[in-house]
C-alpha cells in the first residue's frame, strides 16, 4: 500500500499586523500556520480557482519556478497562495494537462495575481502553455510607485528584489537567508527545480516565495492613491505582456484598464502607458548596449520609461520599451541614432 504524501505547514502573516516594523513571524497571534499542498491534479486545487465568479472574487500570491525560468526554460512549480492554504501546482508531476486547467484562472479578471516581477513568469506561461497572464498586482511595480508618491525620484534599474522587499521594516522587515541558499544550489545545479519527488527543502522554498505576498499588498493597498493604482494595473498588464512578443500586436490579450474619471476631471489626466517593441538588426545589439552598458544605461536616464532586452534568454533581436508615450517615443528616437551611427 503506498504511503499517503508528506504533509507540510508554514506560518501566513497576517494582514491585521498592520504598525511599520512589526516583526510578525517573533509574534505567535501575527501569523496563522496553514497547510502546504503539493498539487498532482486539478481537482485538489479549490473549486472558485478553477471556475472564477465575479461573485467569489479572489486575491491570491502567485509564483513560478522553473529551469532558466522563460519561453523556452521549462516552468516546473507554480505557487498560489490563499488565505488560508499554499498550492504548490507540480507542472513535472501534473504536466500540460493540470497547468492548462489553471488557464481560466490565471487569465481570469476576478482573480487578482500577487507576484513579484511577472515579466519571464507571464512569458513562460504564454510560450509554453498558452495562456496569458491577466490582472496582476506586480509588487515590484507598486514598490516603485509608493517611492514616487513619498517624493522619491526612480533612478535607472532602481528596482527592488523580493529579497529586499521583505527586509523594508513596512513590509516585513525580515531577511530571506533561504533565498540565497536555493540561489547556491541552482548555480550548481540548474536543474534543481525539476527533480522529483520534491525535497522538504524545495517546498519550503516554493513556499517562501508566495506566503508573504498577501500580506505584503494589504500593506501596500494602504499606502497607493487612485493614481498609483491606474498605473499599478497598467504597468503590470503592460510587462505581462512584455517578452511575449506575437505577430497580431497582442490583439488576443486583454484590453488595457481605461483612465479612471475621476483622474481626468482636474485637467492632470495621467498620459496614456504604452508597450513598443524595436527590432534590432542582427549583429547591431552592440550598438544599443555599449561598452559594458554604456549606452543603454545613458538612454535608460534621458527616458522616463523602462527599457528591458530580450536578452540571452529571448528573443534577442528585440528592445522592449515600457512607459508614458512621450517617453516611449523618445527612448525609441535614442535607440533608433544608435543603431544608424558608425563606429
Not at 510560450?127 to 511595480?141: A, H, R
Not at 501596500?220 to 505581462?240: D, F, H, I, Q
Not at 555599449?290 to 528592445?319: F, Q, W
Request: aromatic share 8%.
Amino acid at each position: 500500500m503506498a504511503s499517503p504524501p508528506p504533509s507540510y505547514q508554514t506560518d501566513l502573516p497576517l494582514p491585521s499586523a498592520s504598525q511599520p516594523g512589526d516583526k510578525f513571524l517573533d509574534h505567535e497571534d501575527r501569523s496563522t500556520p496553514v497547510p502546504i499542498h503539493v498539487v498532482t491534479s486539478a481537482s485538489q486545487l479549490p473549486v472558485e480557482f478553477l471556475e472564477p465568479s465575479p461573485q467569489e472574487q479572489l486575491v491570491i500570491g502567485f509564483d513560478c519556478e522553473g529551469v532558466d525560468l522563460c519561453r523556452t526554460g521549462a516552468l516546473c512549480i507554480m505557487q498560489l497562495a490563499f488565505p488560508d492554504a499554499i498550492y504548490l501546482v507540480d507542472a513535472i508531476e501534473g504536466g500540460e494537462t493540470l497547468i492548462r486547467a489553471c488557464k481560466p484562472a490565471l487569465e481570469s479578471s476576478y482573480i487578482t495575481k500577487v507576484i513579484h516581477d511577472c515579466k519571464r513568469d507571464s512569458e513562460a506561461l504564454y510560450f509554453q502553455f498558452g495562456i496569458k497572464l491577466n490582472n496582476v498586482v506586480d509588487t515590484q511595480i507598486a514598490y516603485s510607485l509608493i517611492k514616487e508618491q513619498e517624493g522619491r525620484k526612480r533612478l535607472t534599474d532602481d528596482y527592488i528584489s523580493f529579497v529586499g522587499l521583505l527586509a523594508d521594516p513596512y513590509y516585513c522587515g525580515i531577511s530571506y537567508d533561504e533565498k540565497e541558499e536555493v540561489r547556491i544550489l541552482l548555480r550548481q545545479d540548474p536543474k534543481f527545480w525539476k527533480y522529483r519527488p520534491l525535497s522538504e527543502l524545495m517546498v519550503r522554498a516554493a513556499a517562501d516565495d508566495v506566503r508573504f505576498l498577501l500580506y505584503i499588498y494589504h500593506r501596500m493597498m494602504e499606502k497607493l492613491n487612485e493614481r498609483s493604482l491606474w498605473y499599478l494595473a497598467v504597468r503590470g498588464a503592460l510587462n505581462c505582456r512584455c517578452f511575449c512578443v506575437n505577430d497580431n500586436d497582442y490583439a488576443d490579450w486583454p484590453s488595457l484598464p481605461p483612465i479612471p474619471d475621476k483622474l481626468t476631471v482636474d485637467g492632470d489626466a495621467p498620459e496614456e502607458e504604452i508597450l513598443s517593441v524595436l527590432d534590432v538588426p542582427s549583429g547591431k545589439m552592440g550598438r544599443i548596449i555599449g561598452r559594458r552598458g554604456a549606452t543603454i544605461m545613458s538612454i535608460k536616464e534621458s527616458c522616463n520609461a523602462e527599457i528591458l532586452i530580450g536578452g540571452a534568454k529571448g528573443p534577442p533581436d528585440k528592445v522592449f520599451i515600457v512607459g508614458p508615450v512621450k517617453q516611449v517615443r523618445k527612448a525609441e528616437a535614442l535607440l533608433r541614432g544608435r543603431l544608424l551611427d558608425v563606429y
